[in-house]
């Protein structure tokens, strides 16, 4: 299981990925396959924090009131308290997974295997320490990672700045288009492109940063500068801006701060320092107009990096940190999807994934926080950080380590910063299993695992650092498949945001439609692609619940009681999986059990290509279209008119169980409640065994059925079209050749129960009656017709009457439509979709009146033969 955050509440993600990992495991379990699951949660070390602050700051203490130990108790309390909550919820959507193993990412044995991870990495030589650019939380007083950082696009203001040339005169100056001009005390550059004709003569010569009491840089020329953007001048300030940073070590430039941590100006910014960046900006501008060095500002839309957990802006910022390499890492990744021993699914994720891991950077790892694995590194009193320091597995090791080097009286502490919970993450597929403890049951048994179920925003993060840290630590990448789900988002296609008020809270809707109705809608999806949630899909599908409940009801009514044991036998000694028994059964019964036999096939091979929206799609026909609105009705042609009653009481539940069984990983409450309301269960049915595939079906038998459903469907709508009142049953001849009477004859009562026909009223025959022309004459299927006695039906003077009024009405409404289109000032004056609309609105009116004028037709030709 992906571990949500230890501080979360159950969103729709979350009831996306329990859904269909659910499917997973409840599958293969059915199936016979030995399946683990494993739940837990991450201690999600940033957004821990701030939950915990803010509960401090309600008390009216600050974090750096209380010491790290006493910070990390209140957070161990909170997370006690509180810290179920996400597991309860999850346990409500019906997760199935092995709770006996549930894990959290700061458990002791997961910490373990935490430090021996950077250890061993540290080892060979692939964990480093150095000064590079990071996102910086001022608020949070720490480094985030990429996917921390949320970009929205903000109006905001550029601003047109003079740098004059030194040695110039005041008509030498360079024009600078910048956001955020509190960078400007950090310039070490100005970089023009070589080409550009405008700057060609100042290329070489030194410009003098405003404000900054005359500090010189040098004015060069780069292929980067975009000469059409702003006044293609560029500001190189390398220590806040990550393009400027990697253009600064391309071409050897130094790297200046003029940032503390708390988003505050440093010394470098002289007069400036000390005042918030904001303020700063706004100050520094009002001094450049009144010294003339202001050209002009203007609205200009920005993309604002935030901080997906404060909201804050996020500063690019100069910083110590630790770092993997990553370059090595990948390589191995990269060739584990080129060798076929990972699968991505959808395939098209694969180009990403490759495209990321082809490009990848050295990963930051450390964070500035108190909650989390804290690095596992010790310094030396009095020595340089950067140059002396200890990696041991505990603090005895590294004072061990540090007296062999140092001698006895060596002093040491541990490195404050704690590594990025997306560390402890990627290790989550075989610590979770007991390594670095390889010899433990779970992990010689379960790994390699088989899936990693997840949604695509978090391949890199995530997946890629798992395959990465699996193949470094045993050797083996961690499972066989990714099953990428895409994000859900609301009716209208929209991102959910509590901005637009459009989220969906999965526990309201679990209490309004039922966790069944949910999962099922959620697993409809396709993978990768994005899922549009709304109530009428919700709605459709509590109705889809409902009605197997009922179809539930209804087969246990017409169950015998369990006390009739000569009736069960009966029963339970009908088989249905060799030919003959198929064979033997009367036509609805064959059909119905050929079509579940053609299902249980379909459903498998879906279930084991990953393709659950059409395991979903193809029962849902099944049952609803199939089963319940054509077996259930036919069935009771035998259970309350004639015999044969047993037959269709196994029938019945022989289809209903594999129904069940196919829907149980979809919808389990709904379904395990049914299967333990029916007789004689020896288990549960999520430990029952999946339906046995290969199964005989009987196409002839099929093909025989569905020209019985085409005559039915012909009567229901004749009745339809003439307005017969739904409980008169009335007389038909049915006219076909031998073959196809000799079938349908024997299904009399089913046809009659189904079309509400008059038993005794319905002939067979190989010709038309006699009255044939004082009848409706339908075709059903090639060489399959009937012919329904219109006196049986309607009043023929009556409906002549009536269709006489309704053909006047039309006509008046066509003729009223003909003359607005035949009036040249309408035609051409009124709007193009208003004529197309009256247009389209003439033609329909004309093709009823056509079709009523035939059935009038029709009916007065009757009423004279009748005479």
Not at 71 to 78: D, P
Not at 258 to 265: A, F, P, R
Not at 601 to 625: A, C, I, N, P, Q
Request: aromatic share 10%; glycine share 6%.
């Amino acid at each position: 299981m992906p571990p949500p955050n230890v501080t979360g509440s159950l969103h729709m993600g979350h009831a996306m990925f329990v859904t269909l990992e659910d499917i997973m495991v409840r599958y293969h379990r059915m199936k016979g396959r030995p399946t683990l699951w494993i739940p837990g949660t991450d201690h999600a070390g940033i957004a821990t924090q701030l939950v915990v602050e803010r509960m401090l700051a309600s008390e009216g203490i600050k974090r750096a009131e209380l010491s790290r130990d006493e910070f990390t108790k209140r957070v161990w309390e909170w997370k006690e308290k509180y810290g179920g909550t996400i597991t309860n919820q999850i346990k409500r959507l019906g997760a199935s997974c092995d709770w006996t193993r549930e894990h959290f990412t700061l458990d002791e044995k997961l910490s373990w295997a935490v430090i021996e991870a950077f250890v061993r990495l540290h080892e060979r030589g692939l964990i480093y320490q150095g000064s590079y650019m990071v996102n910086w939380s001022p608020n949070l007083q720490t480094a985030v990672s990429d996917l921390e950082v949320e970009y929205s696009e903000e109006p905001g203001t550029l601003y047109y700045i003079k740098y004059r040339v030194a040695g110039g005169s005041k008509s030498d100056y360079l024009t600078i288009a910048t956001t955020r001009p509190e960078t400007l005390f950090g310039d070490t550059a100005i970089a023009v492109h070589p080409q550009d004709d405008r700057y060609s003569r100042y290329i070489g010569r030194m410009a003098i940063v405003p404000m900054t009491f005359g500090r010189h840089v040098p004015i060069i020329s780069d292929r980067y500068v975009d000469k059409d953007f702003g006044t293609g001048v560029l500001k190189i300030s390398p220590g806040h801006d990550h393009n400027d940073y990697l253009l600064a070590r391309k071409l050897g430039l130094p790297i200046l701060n003029v940032m503390n941590k708390d988003g505050t100006l440093n010394e470098v910014a002289g007069l400036y320092r000390g005042l918030d960046r904001f303020e700063a900006r706004k100050k520094l501008w009002l001094d450049l107009e009144e010294t003339g060095l202001a050209v002009k500002k203007e609205p200009h839309t920005l993309r604002v990096p935030r901080s997906q957990r404060g909201g804050e802006v996020i500063e690019p910022l100069v910083s110590k940190q630790w770092f993997v390499t990553m370059e090595p890492l990948a390589e191995k990744a990269l060739q584990a999807v080129e060798r076929g021993e990972l699968t991505i699914m959808p395939e098209r994720f694969e180009k990403i994934y490759n495209h990321w891991l082809s490009n990848i950077k050295d990963w930051c790892i450390s964070r500035q926080l108190w909650w989390g694995h804290r690095i596992p590194v010790w310094y030396i009193v009095g020595k340089d950080c950067e140059e002396e320091y200890i990696v041991a597995r505990n603090a005895n090791e590294a004072l061990e380590k540090a007296q062999e080097k140092y001698g006895k009286d060596v002093e040491i502490y541990q490195e404050p910063d704690v590594l990025d919970t997306w560390f402890s993450s990627a290790l989550w597929p075989f610590s979770t299993l007991g390594w670095p403890d390889v010899s433990t049951q779970d992990f010689k048994k379960f790994y390699p695992t088989t899936v990693l179920e997840t949604g695509h925003d978090i391949l890199f993060f995530w997946v890629a650092r798992m395959v990465m840290m699996g193949i470094e630590f045993t050797g083996a990448v961690p499972f066989s498949y990714v099953y990428l789900h895409g994000l859900i988002r609301d009716s209208q296609g929209r991102k959910m945001s509590k901005t637009l008020g459009n989220v969906i809270d999965p526990i309201d809707t679990i209490k309004e439609f039922g966790t069944d109705a949910l999962r099922f809608t959620l697993a409809l999806g396709t993978a990768g692609q994005d899922l549009n949630l709304s109530t009428e899909r919700l709605t459709s599908n509590k109705a889809f619940t409902n009605k197997l409940w009922n179809a539930g009801k209804f087969v246990l009514q017409n169950l015998p009681s369990q006390s009739d044991i000569s009736a069960w036998e009966t029963i339970l000694a009908c088989k249905f999986d060799k030919e003959e028994a198929l064979l033997r059964l009367p036509l609805p019964e064959c059909w119905v059990v050929s079509k579940l036999h053609c299902l249980i096939d379909m459903v498998t091979t879906s279930y084991d290509k990953y393709f659950f929206g059409d395991v979903g799609r193809e029962t849902y026909d099944f049952f609803w279209g199939d089963f319940a609105d054509w077996y259930i009705e036919a069935s009771k042609a035998r259970l309350y008119h004639s015999g044969g009653h047993s037959v269709a009481q196994a029938v019945l539940l022989y289809v209903f169980e594999n129904i069940l069984k196919m829907l149980h990983p979809f919808m389990p409450f709904v379904t395990e409640a049914l299967w333990q309301a029916l007789p004689n269960r020896k288990e549960a049915l999520m430990n029952s065994s999946w339906p046995q595939t290969s199964l005989p079906m009987h196409a002839s038998s099929i093909k025989k059925f569905e020209n019985l459903q085409s005559l039915t469907r012909a009567i229901r709508n004749a009745r339809a079209e003439y307005s017969v009142e739904p409980a008169k049953r009335i007389s038909a001849s049915i006219v076909a050749g031998n073959e196809v009477i000799q079938y349908i004859s024997k299904e009399k009562e089913v046809l009659a129960l189904l079309s509400r026909l008059d038993l005794q009223n319905v002939h067979f025959t190989d010709s038309p009656p006699g009255d044939a022309n004082l009848s409706v004459h339908l075709v059903a299927s090639e060489g399959l017709e009937a012919y329904l006695p219109l006196s049986d039906m309607i009043d023929v003077s009556a409906e002549v009457e009536r269709l006489s009024k309704r053909l006047s009405k039309m006509q008046e409404e066509f003729d009223r439509l003909a003359a607005r289109l035949s009036s040249p000032k309408f035609v051409e004056k009124a709007p193009e979709e208003i004529v197309s609309g009256v247009r389209e609105k003439a033609a329909e009116a004309e093709e009823k009146i056509t079709l009523t004028k035939n059935r009038l037709a029709f009916l007065k030709s009757t009423a004279v033969v009748s005479k």
